[in-house]
């Protein structure tokens, strides 16, 4: 299983970032992918997840109307739409797959928000 995220970066409070993460090494389009983020000396923290069709969606409720979760099971990619970016939406950004009890990970991607 691989999973590698890419498009965070430094954005302006207000703007706009697109997350993705291109997944191998299993069928993508059987589970259900999630993102997830963490702040330095924090827990990490599911912030949506989307299920294998794409049907059913779920947001944290700090970004529900901000940010959306898509996928394309054709392109074995799952990605996070963020608008209005806020302070607060700065952290590591990682996609997540859980097959089973076990949890398989990206290498994340730094999202930071700031003037």
């Known amino acids: 299983v691989q999973l590698v995220e890419s498009g965070g970066g430094l954005v302006q409070p207000g703007g706009s970032l697109r997350l993705s993460c291109a997944a191998s090494?299993?069928?993508?389009?059987?589970?259900?992918m999630s993102w997830w983020r963490q702040a330095p000396g924090k827990e990490r923290e599911l912030v949506a997840a989307?299920?294998?069709?794409?049907?059913?969606?779920y947001y944290l409720d700090s970004v529900k109307g901000r940010f959306t979760i898509s996928r394309d099971n054709a392109k074995n990619t799952v990605y996070l739409q963020m608008n209005s970016l806020k302070p607060e939406d700065t952290d590591v950004y990682y996609c997540?797959?859980?097959?089973?009890?076990?949890?398989?990970w990206g290498q994340g991607t730094q999202v930071t928000v700031s003037s």
């Open positions: 989307i299920t294998s069709a794409g049907g059913i969606t």
């Open positions: 090494g299993f069928t993508f389009s059987s589970y259900v």
């Open positions: 997540r797959l859980q097959v089973g009890t076990v949890a398989y």
